[in-house]
């Protein structure tokens, strides 16, 4: 098995070289035929809380898609209503989650988290791979490039999955697996098991508005696939990429609660 995937991925890494020849006649073609994504986008969840400029807006978390009731089976159904009924741990959350520094939950770096965190992307779209650059340090990467999702022995669960895709005229289609199990929104308790499987349609609707039409399918948790509709608007106001910074972090969880620290 091991040697026949060393085989495959050397044959993989030789078509690669000659479709990387920076002004062959076939990646300049393709090149020309991908839509033009450049620029920064944010999220809904970042138009809700703030623009990218700092500027407050109203807080409409609770509106975000992947803040929905999942059409659950019987089983995860009576855990989700549980969750949701449990006033104390939602109070407790409350009080101590930050969006940066210690006390940020684990779960909010995770895929399909990334697409409603109020964050800014910049995307880079390249005929082998499509890279989602994240404010907070992370890159998403798809693979365009023909090849599949590595074998039972090479996968297990990252934050972020393992992402492939093509090309269907001028809509990124994407395919992601092995994602840890657990929350999916910062609004809600629902969660997904670790089979989850995510199908995503990325296109522009307009020249400022990028749809992700998101379907994910759940064989444990799901009784039947649940589809959604995402959008990133291009940032007008920023005309570079800031990384988000959690050096000046001023709000400690002390005593079960965030405070805020004075300014050294």
């Keep these: 098995m091991k040697s026949a995937s060393v085989f495959g991925g050397v044959l993989l890494l030789a078509s690669l070289a000659v479709l990387a020849?920076?002004?062959s006649p076939g990646r300049v073609q393709a090149f020309a035929r991908l839509p033009n994504w450049t620029g920064l986008w944010e999220t809904f969840s970042s138009k809700a809380i703030t623009n990218p400029a700092g500027r407050s807006a109203r807080f409409v978390g609770a509106s975000s898609p992947l803040a929905g009731h999942p059409?659950?089976?019987?089983?995860?159904?009576?855990k989700y209503q549980a969750a949701l009924s449990d006033r104390a741990a939602a109070a407790r959350e409350a009080l101590t989650?930050?969006?940066c520094g210690a006390g940020t939950p684990a779960f909010a770096?995770?895929?399909?988290?990334?697409?409603?965190?109020p964050l800014v992307l910049e995307i880079a779209v390249t005929p082998e791979v499509t890279l989602f650059v994240m404010d907070r340090g992370g890159v998403r990467h798809i693979y365009t490039d023909g090849r599949s999702h590595p074998g039972k022995d090479d996968l297990w669960p990252t934050p972020l999955g393992d992402s492939v895709g093509h090309w269907e005229g001028q809509t990124l289609v994407i395919d992601t697996v092995a994602t840890p199990?657990?929350?999916i929104s910062l609004f809600t308790p629902a969660e997904?098991?670790?089979q989850a499987h995510f199908i995503e349609?990325?296109?522009l609707l307009d020249e400022n508005t990028l749809e992700d039409e998101l379907t994910i399918e759940d064989s444990v948790s799901l009784a039947r696939p649940w589809t959604m509709r995402l959008q990133f608007t291009r940032v007008q106001d920023l005309t570079r990429f800031i990384p988000y910074d959690c050096?000046?972090?001023?709000n400690p969880v002390e005593n079960g609660k965030v405070g805020i620290a004075p300014i050294q």
Excluded: C, M, V
């Excluded at 059409?71 to 009576?78: K, V």
């Excluded at 770096?109 to 965190?117: T, V």
């Design 109 to 117: 770096s995770n895929f399909p988290l990334i697409l409603e965190r």
């Design 201 to 203: 349609r990325l296109r």
């Design 247 to 250: 050096e000046a972090d001023r």
């Design 97 to 99: 989650t930050k969006s």
């Design 21 to 23: 020849a920076p002004n």
């Design 71 to 78: 059409p659950y089976n019987p089983d995860w159904e009576r």
């Design 181 to 183: 199990p657990g929350r």
């Design 192 to 194: 997904l098991s670790e």
